[in-house]
């Protein structure tokens, strides 16, 4: 697992979503409830950018055709039979933090 440094931890003003970099990767991260999530940013129904979307009920809802992902889990709403990627976050001192596997952690 790599971890990345994705936002200061000054920069925590809850409610939020937003799209940030860890590495080469687009995560959205999302902050609700003094939580904060880390999930892919490309919705599985049709490739939307869902960190344009807005949250609902402890979910990530897409702005293109309303599915709606668990924030937690990354579960898709019962009927929809997907769910989308989520990222281990870390708060540290310095800031917040996403881990990604590396390929060789697949081994
Ligand atoms: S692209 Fe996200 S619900 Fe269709």
């Known amino acids: 697992m790599k971890w990345y440094k994705v936002l200061n931890t000054s920069d ?3 409610p939020f ?3 940030v970099k860890a590495g080469s990767k687009n995560i959205c991260l999302v902050g609700v409830d003094g939580e904060t999530h880390a999930l892919a940013t490309k919705c599985p129904h049709a490739g939307a950018d869902i960190s344009q979307g807005w ?3 402890g979910k ?3 702005p293109f055709h309303r ?3 668990d924030i937690k889990t990354g579960r898709g709403s019962p009927g ?3 769910y989308i990627q989520t ?3 870390e ?3 310095d800031g917040v933090y996403v881990g990604l596997k590396s390929w060789w952690d697949w081994s």
């Open 60 to 62: 990530l809802i897409c």
């Open 91 to 93: 708060i540290r001192g």
């Open 12 to 14: 925590l003003k809850y």
């Open 87 to 89: 990222y281990p976050v």
């Open 67 to 69: 599915y709606s992902y």
């Open 55 to 57: 949250c609902k009920d």
């Open 17 to 19: 979503i937003t799209k």
């Open 80 to 82: 929809q039979g997907d």
